[in-house]
Every structure is written in C-alpha cells, then in structure tokens.
C-alpha cells in the first residue's frame, strides 16, 4: 500500500486510534492498478484466443522474477529520492562473478552463488557510498557505475557467453502448478520488503529521508547509512536476479539487463511510487511488473511489431509519470 507518513511521527509512536503506515490513499490506488491490469487481460483476450490461458499466465509468472525484485530494490531506492541507473550492469556484473568461480575455480554452485550476489552488493555499496559522501546526485553516480560494472563484466567473461550448464536448473523448473521456485522466492521478497517499509523503523525513516532529509537529521537520524544501506539492498537484490537469469538460460551472458532499469523504473512508477521521493509501495510495484509483463505478452501474442511494443510501452510510462507529477502537486496544494 503507499506509505505517507509525517516527520513528527518519526521518533514518536503512533497513536492506538492511528491507521499504520501504508493503509492511507492505498485504496484507490490498488483499485487503479487493478483496474487497469483487468482491462488489458480483457482486451488481449478479446484480440487473441490464445492469451487467456493458463499457459500465459504461469509464462508471464516464470519470466519476471529478476524483474519483480530488481523493482522492489528501485521501489527503496526512489523513496529516499535516489536513482539507480546501474542495475542492469550490476546483473551482468554479479552473473560474471558467478560464471568465474562456477567454471574456473569449480567452486560448488551455492558459493559460487553467493560470490556474485556479495559482487553485486558491493557495488551498490559503492554507489550509495559515493552519493552519500560527496553529495554527487545518484543519477550521476549510478550512470558512471553502469560502465564499470559492464566493463567489469567483459572483462571476466572475456566478452563471451559463460556457459554454466545445469547447476542453477532447480530456480527455474515448475514444481507445482507451473510455477518456478524463482517466482515463489520472488513473492516472499515482496512480502519481507512490505513488511519492513511498512512496519518498521526502518522503513519509516526511508520515508522521512525522501520526504525531507534535512528535517530527519535535525531530529536526531544520521540519513547517510540508511541510503548506502537502500544502495546495497538494490545491488543484493540484482545479484538475486542475477541468478534467475542463469536459471533460465544456464549461462552468464555479460549483455544481460541492457536496458532492463528502465523496465524496473517504468514498473515502480506505474505502481505509484514518487519520483520525487517520500511515497511508495512494494506491493503496489508488483503490480507495476504485472502490468508491464501482461502488456508486453500480450502485444506479442497479437503479433505487433517491435516499434510498435515500443511506442505502446514508452506511451505508457509518460501517462505513469504524468499521473504521478499531477498526485504530487494535488498533495503539494
């Protein structure tokens, strides 16, 4: 639900009469989202008998794990106003640091694993860091990272496709009812990320920190290790899908996420989560993937073309963020 909260409340325990966090203005934006998720299955199956389906649905569900976390990171990452523009390189960079202890140091797939989720949450460390220390817009920082990280992932690969065969198989084959370990992993991520910016104290002071920093310090909260920490919790989590990509295609291709921030972008802001900073939801973001995964399932089913998915999903971002520009000057006046 999207989560508001005032600075006062920050160090002060709500009253017992007060809703908690998350429960004010969700309504009716689940409704919108809802809405228009229902909308866009009706009309894709009114334009394709093949799309409503239960093979759709359990493809669509398969297919965006690295998505629905990777969003769940950014959905931090714009509540105390930042940007990450790097998670795609930091995938591949993870991916490549999981390819090279795999292939040359036959290190068993579980550390191997952990290897490159511990690279990808370095260098998010190391954005959030940078940001943080000399005060260097996230925008700025993230775009100079996404050229590191991809470098640093030519590098260990030697350019090339890494093939790891079936080691990290089990993430992506359907245990029941077609649905993959990844996805159901997915959704506990969602449900512990909701948990924490809803029902903590960590989670409120996020909100503090994108909704005035300069207030949250002067009552007493050093904002700086909240970021770097909401910095490496995104690079964790573009470790994460790192691995579901391997899953699918049971290699480390150093090409992979190329452009896939701006798919995670469009998903939290079409779930209604401020550019601006001090308003968002996971649970909502969610629905952003779905939203954007049914869309492009759909306009492939129906057999647009390429420029034309493009135009529709480009269209669509630019109404996602001229809503949310018009919600924030609505709660501004």
Known sequence: MTVETSLPTLQNEPPKNAKPLGTRLGLSNYLGLL???LGMIVLFSLL??????????????????????MSIGM????????IDLSVGSVLALGAALTSVAALQWHWPALPAALLGMAGATLTGCVTGA????WRIPSFIVSLGVLEAARGLAYQLTNS?????????DFLSNPVAFGISPAFIIAIVVMVAAQFVLTRTVFGRYLVGIGTNEEAVRLAGVNPRPYKI????????LAGLASLFQISRLEAADPNAGQGIELQVIAAV??????????????????????????????LAQIGATEPTKRIITGAVIVVAVVLDTYRSRRRAG
Do not use: E, W
Request: proline share 1%.
């Open 35 to 37: 809405g228009a998720l």
């Open 48 to 69: 394709s008998s093949h799309f409503l389906t239960y093979d759709t649905f359990s493809t669509i569900a398969n297919q965006i794990p690295d998505l629905v976390v």
């Open 75 to 82: 959905t931090f990452v714009l509540i105390i106003a930042g």
């Open 130 to 133: 940078i940001t943080v220390a």
């Open 160 to 168: 090339r496709t890494a093939y790891i065969g079936d080691a990290f």
């Open 229 to 236: 920490a909401v910095f490496a919790m995104m690079g964790l």
């Open 269 to 298: 802001v079409i779930g209604g989560t401020s550019l601006m900073g001090g308003r968002g939801s996971v649970t909502s973001t969610f629905f952003g993937v779905l939203i954007i995964s049914v869309l492009a399932a759909g």
